[in-house]
């Protein structure tokens, strides 16, 4: 499933193959984007740049056009030469940018808008994004303090909110709080500043391996699955998510799952060597609420 890591990629190849080069033609099957194309062409525009904020993908053409979109849970852009067979059929194509050497292919893009540089300031939720791990710039004292600010709420549901740390999704979530021995279902009033601080740094280590560019300036758009543990084997290849019902990998314990928050997402966790909070436990210096002494395994 899309998540930050996979949007970076994206991004990255898109613009080694579209980037500050004049598109040669634009088509799409989106009602919305056909409308601004016919009023304001996209052919005869150059692309820019192409970013990744988030789970959000942007391509900035010139004279003030920005393509926005959002893979949810099956999206994703591909790159093709011109002329290459598609991978996919082309019902499930929702945008084509093309250019003399390649075209990138967006199928079955839920969505998919087209602002300016103001529109996207004043009319999406971009702006409200909080801080992501693969942006140059990351503010990890930010991010941690947002985490700090939403102490009623359970922590796996804190790091999928976009407004506190942008880019985390369902696999990671559950990656983060089990290598940080936390309890995916921990309020986090019930954590101490080196928990959290710990959530963020791992967060930031687990995206940023998994984004490394090892093409050799091919361009490259899939560098195989994610991977949270240091196993050569693809079946090893993460701790706990996916793998109810299984052994866990450090502590032999059943790995648990359960449905999480308002949207009941699927949180994975191992119940020994993540247990919740214990409420009796002694204060730690420079927080408010006590927590259970244990080394953080991150």
Not at 22 to 27: M, Q
Not at 79 to 102: H, Q
Not at 120 to 128: E, K
Request: overall charge positive; glycine content about 8%; aromatic content about 8%.
């Amino acid at each position: 499933m899309p998540e930050g890591d996979t949007i970076f990629r994206s991004a990255r190849a898109l613009e080694k193959a579209l980037g500050r080069k004049v598109v040669t033609e634009f088509r799409t099957q989106l009602a919305g984007l056909a409308s601004v194309h016919d009023n304001a062409p996209v052919t005869g525009r150059t692309v820019e740049r192409v970013e990744s904020r988030g789970k959000w993908l942007l391509i900035h053409f010139s004279d003030d056009l920005i393509l926005v979109t959002h893979m949810l849970m099956s999206g994703s852009w591909q790159i093709y030469r011109r002329g290459e067979r598609w991978k996919r059929g082309r019902a499930r194509m929702r945008v084509v940018i093309a250019n003399e050497d390649f075209e990138a292919v967006a199928f079955d893009v839920p969505i998919a808008r087209f602002y300016t540089a103001q529109t996207l300031q004043r009319n999406s939720t971009i702006p409200q994004l909080g801080p992501d791990p693969l942006r140059e710039g990351f503010s990890s004292d930010e991010a941690t303090a947002r985490i700090a600010a939403r102490e009623d709420e359970e922590i796996a549901n804190v790091l999928l909110n976009q407004r506190v740390i942008a880019g985390l999704g369902n696999v990671y979530k559950s990656e983060v709080c089990f290598l940080c021995g936390v309890s995916p279902f921990a309020r986090v009033r019930e954590l101490s500043a080196e928990q959290i601080a710990s959530l963020v740094s791992t967060a930031e280590r687990l995206l940023s391996v998994n984004v490394k560019d090892e093409s050799g300036g091919q361009i490259v758009t899939y560098t195989g699955a994610r991977r949270t543990t240091h196993a050569s084997d693809p079946g090893q290849r993460l701790w706990v998510y996916g793998r109810r019902g299984r052994e866990c990998r450090r502590c032999g314990a059943v790995i648990l799952m359960r449905k999480q928050g308002a949207a009941s997402r699927s949180t994975y966790w191992c119940p020994q060597c993540q247990p919740l909070p214990d409420p009796q436990a002694e204060p730690v210096a420079g927080w408010s609420t006590p927590i259970r002494r244990r080394k953080v395994g991150c």
